[in-house]
T-cell receptor, first 115, second 114 residues
């Protein structure tokens, strides 16, 4: 395990379902991120949370709703998704930049298939 | 807007060869540059992190260099092995409005043939 745990690993959902993705880190990081990775495309940043506050929403449709109850947990709530939302969803965490700049730690991802 | 480009998109080499993967970025105002490895259908594993003030980092058979002024980084893999087969992603952490973001290249898909 990388220190960032994502569940579930795989998810198949219908377009009318509601589901949630979970991410957990115990690295002492204070920033968490959701990324989307579609086939043949670079990773796309979706949301950024710093100290539980959302600081970035990268023009993500409202059918994706993030939640960050504390600096160790991050959720992505899904509802009325479209087949084109099928992708690998990756969670990451990091320290905020300071005198020394740190890297990102990624989870193993949730493979989402919308049918 | 920061853009990251990786060349080549795919590379196939025989086992034992030394190889170089290239990464370029358009805005030199970065915090750091990170190289990741991704196996099919899996998450990202961090390989090397180079701070903006550094020129290179080494870990085992891997060596990453950074030339911030020219917007380039290379990942050198010595004595390649079939287990090195994966997609290698370059990412730069940079200033972007109110948030510090990580912008990725599209990756280089490496196949090492036994």
């Amino acid at each position: 395990e990388t220190g960032v745990t994502q569940t579930p690993r795989h998810l198949v959902m219908g377009m009318t379902n509601k589901k949630s993705l979970k991410c957990e880190q115990h690295l002492g990081h204070n920033a968490m991120y959701w990324y989307k990775q579609s086939a043949k495309k670079p990773l796309e940043l979706m949301f950024v949370y710093n100290f539980k506050e959302q600081t970035e929403n990268n023009s993500v449709p409202s059918r994706f709703s993030p939640e960050c109850p504390n600096s160790s947990h991050l959720f992505l709530h899904l509802h009325t998704l479209q087949p084109e939302d099928s992708a690998l969803y990756l969670c990451a965490s990091s320290h905020l930049p300071g005198p020394e700049s740190y890297g990102y730690t990624f989870g193993s991802g949730t493979r989402l298939t919308v049918v | 807007k920061q853009e990251v480009t990786q060349i080549p998109a795919a590379l196939s080499v025989p086992e034992g060869e030394n190889l170089v993967l290239n990464c370029s970025f358009t805005d030199s105002a970065i915090y750091n540059l990170q190289w990741f490895r991704q196996d099919p259908g899996k998450g990202l594993t961090s390989l090397l992190l180079i701070q903006s003030s550094q020129r290179e980092q080494t870990s085992g058979r891997l060596n990453a260099s950074l030339d911030k002024s020219s917007g380039r980084s290379t990942l050198y893999i010595a004595a390649s092995q079939p287990g090195d087969s994966a997609t290698y992603l370059c990412a730069v952490r940079h200033y972007s409005g109110s948030a510090r973001q990580l912008t990725f290249g599209s990756g280089t898909q490496l196949t090492v043939l036994p």
